[in-house]
């Protein structure tokens, strides 16, 4: 069994910066790829990024690619989302996902976080 908690979801301004944080549990974290989706309000839940099982590939919606960067840390069972250059079209809620496969998907996942809420103001 694998348990996802996120951080550090808030209030920004439009242009700023935030990290999200995704601390894992389970033994499987440093052999599973990682990612992030999102779901704003009205919206279908959506693929943000992935990363794989050792950290030297990743993947990015068209939307965030050159603003959000996807990084993990094995030592710690952490995945990370530095999110830059914000839009209000980023608010969203921000879900964690554990996948069972260690290369790059954008499928759905096993396993799901409990969500942070990002919220960026104009």
């Known amino acids: 069994q694998v348990q996802l908690v996120e951080s550090g979801g808030g209030l920004v301004q439009a242009g700023g ?3 999200l944080s995704c601390a894992a549990s389970g033994r499987t974290f440093s052999s599973s790829a990682m990612g992030w989706f999102r779901q704003a309000p009205g919206k ?3 693929f943000v990024a992935v990363i794989n099982w050792s950290g030297d590939s990743t993947y ?3 939307s965030v690619k050159g603003r959000f960067t996807i ?3 094995n030592a710690q069972n952490t995945v990370y989302l530095q999110m830059n250059s914000l839009k209000p079209e980023d608010t ?3 879900y964690c996902a554990g996948h069972t496969v260690r ?3 954008i499928s759905f996942p096993r396993y799901w976080g409990q969500g942070t809420q990002v919220t960026v103001s104009s």
Request: proline residues 0%; charged residues 40%.
């Open 60 to 62: 990015y919606a068209d």
């Open 17 to 19: 910066s935030l990290r």
């Open 92 to 94: 969203a809620v921000y």
């Open 71 to 73: 990084s993990r840390d």
């Open 44 to 46: 279908d839940r959506e």
């Open 103 to 105: 290369t790059i998907t």
